[in-house]
């Protein structure tokens, strides 16, 4: 069973900066497109940000475009997303996994995000 652990997560004040990391144990990780998602207390879980498998292709939820970052390193099996100029209304926690929503694996945890004005 694949397992995805996230990581990063924080309370930071709007404006600061965090690094999220999730590692995948899956062998077929370079072969998959993933993304971070987020969910907010009392919101559906929502889909900010993809990466391809090779890393040539990003795409970014209008939310987060130009101060969102998602990269990646096959080698380590780790997807990452780099968030600058938070906002409050970017706390949430933040999960990975698969881009495309029907082929998602088991949830992991999370890591709490936390935005203060």
């Known amino acids: 069973q694949v397992q995805l652990v996230e990581s990063g997560g924080g309370l930071v004040q709007a404006g600061g900066s965090l690094r999220l990391s999730c590692v995948v144990s899956?062998?077929?990780?370079?072969?998959?497109?993933m993304g971070w998602y987020r969910q907010a207390p009392g919101r559906q879980r929502e889909l900010v940000a993809t990466?391809?498998?090779?890393?040539?292709?990003?795409n970014y939820a209008d939310s987060v475009k130009g101060r969102f970052t998602i990269s990646r390193d096959n080698a380590k099996n780790t997807v990452y997303l780099q968030m600058n100029s938070l906002k409050p209304e970017d706390t949430a926690v933040y999960y990975c996994?698969?881009?495309?929503?029907?082929?998602?694996?088991?949830w992991g945890q999370g890591t709490q995000v936390t935005v203060s004005s």
């Open positions: 996994n698969h881009a495309i929503r029907t082929m998602t694996y088991a």
């Open positions: 990466i391809s498998s090779t890393g040539s292709t990003t």
């Open positions: 899956d062998s077929i990780f370079s072969i998959n497109a």
